[in-house]
Nanobody, 112 residues
Framework: QVQLVESGGGLVQPGGSLRLVCTAS????????IFWYCQAPGKEREFVAS????????VYGDSVKGRFTISRDAAKNTVDLQMNSLKPEDTAVYYC?????WGQGTRITVSS
């Protein structure tokens, strides 16, 4: 079974950028879709973006369209989430998911 480790979180000012990386150990199958979710304090986990491993088809949540970009590197077995124009409401723990496996999450804090 694949294992997932997220990295790249931290503190950033509003309007800034961060790049999250989800590193997978084990096999990601061509039919797999890799997801990024976020969970803010006191809120439910929310869909951010996803990418289909085989054909690179991407889907974004409404709140991040035009600001975040998801990409994959098959050679490295990683899925990146480039986050631009960050807002305080993006503050959350971000999780990588390949059903049914979840990473441990990485925290993003957007604050001045």
């Amino acid at each position: 079974q694949v294992q997932l480790v997220e990295s790249g979180g931290g503190l950033v000012q509003p309007g800034g950028s961060l790049r999250l990386v989800c590193t997978a150990s084990g096999t990601i199958y061509s039919s797999d879709r890799i997801f990024w979710y976020c969970q803010a304090p006191g809120k439910e986990r929310e869909f951010v973006a996803s990418i289909k491993w085989r054909d690179n088809i991407k889907v974004y949540g409404d709140s991040v369209k035009g600001r975040f970009t998801i990409s994959r590197d098959a050679a490295k077995n990683t899925v990146d989430l480039q986050m631009n124009s960050l807002k305080p409401e993006d503050t959350a723990v971000y999780y990588c998911n390949v059903h049914p496996v979840w990473g441990q999450g990485t925290r993003i804090t957007v604050s001045s």
